[in-house]
């Protein structure tokens, strides 16, 4: 599975690039909102981090909007994703990008017909929100289950991008049920790390080399 971070703050995506283990970035305006930066100028800063998928999404909600937002987005760098927001007029945007070799990651999905239509528009990536399901009583994997099921069906080229993760556990399930990627807040990212019995073994490994003699 690949990994991307979902943050917008470039200490972040800089220490999680230097650990070998990020493939991308996606960010949303909350996160964009959170940096004080000009969305543009924030996206340039990050591809020069990171060589990979950026998400940056458009803020528009008709199809005219959303085309326009978008071009002058992919116009900023080659890895730039186009993040488009699973409503009509953004599927109709998503058939155009996609005829124009414009790569998009359609968010804010929370069911699989959403998904299906999203992937029949052609897109590169489509973002069920895992957290916000399971914040309202629902279970957020299963909607990830069901698309890359679907999508293996009728071999859609549609990746499906596991989003709104929260803890290591939706991590390895998403993989679990084949999910392409998972973006992760930096916060999980260093929980997947951690693990009380390295940290002690460590520890202990480390105490008793004081006693092996140095000469
Ligand atoms: O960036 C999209 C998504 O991952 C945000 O999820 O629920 O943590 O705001 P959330």
Avoid: W
């Amino acid at each position: 599975m690949k990994i991307f971070i979902d943050s917008g703050d470039l200490n972040e995506i800089r220490d999680a690039v230097a650990m070998g283990v990020v493939d991308g970035v996606t960010t949303n305006p909350s996160l964009v909102a959170k940096t004080g930066k000009p969305m543009a100028s924030l996206i340039r800063e990050i591809c020069e981090i990171v060589d990979g998928p950026i998400s940056a999404e458009v803020l528009s909600t008709d199809a005219e909007g959303i085309l326009r937002e978008g071009r002058e987005l992919a116009k900023i760098h080659k890895n730039v994703v186009v993040k488009v927001p699973l409503i009509a007029e953004g599927i109709k945007a998503v058939k155009v990008f996609s005829q124009e070799g414009i790569k998009t990651n359609v968010t804010l999905c929370f069911s699989a017909t959403q998904g299906l239509l999203a992937a029949k528009a052609g897109a590169t990536y489509v973002s069920p929100f895992i957290g916000r399901i399971d914040d309202i009583g629902g279970n957020g994997l299963d909607l990830v289950g069901q698309l890359v099921q679907i999508y293996d069906n009728y071999d859609f080229q549609t990746q499906v991008l596991a989003a709104s993760i929260r803890h290591p556990v939706h991590v390895i399930e998403a993989a679990l049920l084949g999910a392409h990627v998972g973006t992760l807040p930096y916060k999980v990212i260093l929980q997947l790390l951690q693990h009380p019995l390295t940290a002690s073994g460590l520890e202990t490994f480390l105490a008793d080399a004081k006693k092996i003699p140095t000469a």
